[in-house]
């Protein structure tokens, strides 16, 4: 039986230049390079140019993928941009990179589910390609997240990055079994009555203030592991594949404790494991597609892998996609 995929048919990130070590966050909180580098793995982390925009970041990763795919803004029908440091209250993000991409009219949304933003937008974008419904989707995860912090709060403002990724998505061909390149399965979760461990302290119908980012860490980090696991399993009974038929993970990159506890708990051979958090720190929904083209880029995803991307985030909200590339 012939059926139609959701094929990623090129990917491309992009950093703002400015490095922030965390050297350079001991001037600004009572911190040290070895207590983040210790509980976290992150080394550094990007921040974006005050002249720059979220909408910016997102052109600039949703250009790279578009010449890896071999498309141009005209081919775009569908956008979808995962992100929780919007441009404006509105029109959606997706829209003004809409206009800066210069894509004609289409349909084009932004997806609010914070860290698991990209999983929840392809899963998304799958509706549409998938059921012939867009020709070329771009699907974006950017952040700058840098700007929800309190930067009095030293146990939330080292962990957070700036940075954007995208993927072009096609419809192909399948026979409608695991053999098939595109998504194969999904696995989407959200548990609102977590929402006092991640939040923002802020918004337009209730303080009429944008808020700063709040933190229960050590009680995200319990749920973290057990949910992640459970998604990636559900995601793969979805797909039809065997967790150790799966050729890169590519986990959203919070923290190498958490990383390393997922790989753990389900018998992961660490070297699967895409990890960019050192370099990057959490980047929310732009750090699956960022950690993605960054393994691209450098060779070590090839086409015809099967791919598993996880995460968790504010929300609660965690899930998990598999395909193969
Ligand atoms: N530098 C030095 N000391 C610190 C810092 C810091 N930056 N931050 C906290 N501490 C101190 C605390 O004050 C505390 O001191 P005390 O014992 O004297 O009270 C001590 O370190 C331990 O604090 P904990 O919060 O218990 O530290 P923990 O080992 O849990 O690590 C961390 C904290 C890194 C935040 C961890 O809990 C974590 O990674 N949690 C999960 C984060 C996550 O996955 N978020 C989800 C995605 S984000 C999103 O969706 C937007």
Redesign the pocket.
Known sequence: MSVLRSVVTGVGGYLPDEVVTNAD?TKV????DE??RE??GIRQRRRAAPEQAVSDLAVEAARKALAAAGREPSDVDLIIVAT?TPDLTFPATAVIVQRKLGCPVGVAFDVQA???GFVYALSTADGFVARGRAKCALVIGAEI?TR?MDWT????????GDGAGAVVVEPGEGRGDTTDQGLLGFALRADGSKQDL?YVDGGVSTTGQVGK?R???????RH?VVNIAEAITAAAADAGVLVEEVDWFIP?Q??L??LDGVAKRLGIDEKKVVVTVGEHA?T?AASIPLAMAQAVNDGRIQRGQMLLLE???????WGACVLRY
Do not use: E, K, P, Y
């Not at 909180?29 to 040290?32: H, N």
């Not at 709060?153 to 957070?160: K, N, W």
């Open positions: 966050l909180v009572d911190t040290s207590w983040i509980r976290t929780t914070v860290c698991s997240m929800l709060d030293r146990s939330t403002c080292v962990l957070f991640l980012l933190m229960q860490g050590n009680q995200v980090f973290a959203h919070a923290n404790r958490i959490n929310s995460a968790m985030g504010g929300g609660l909200t």
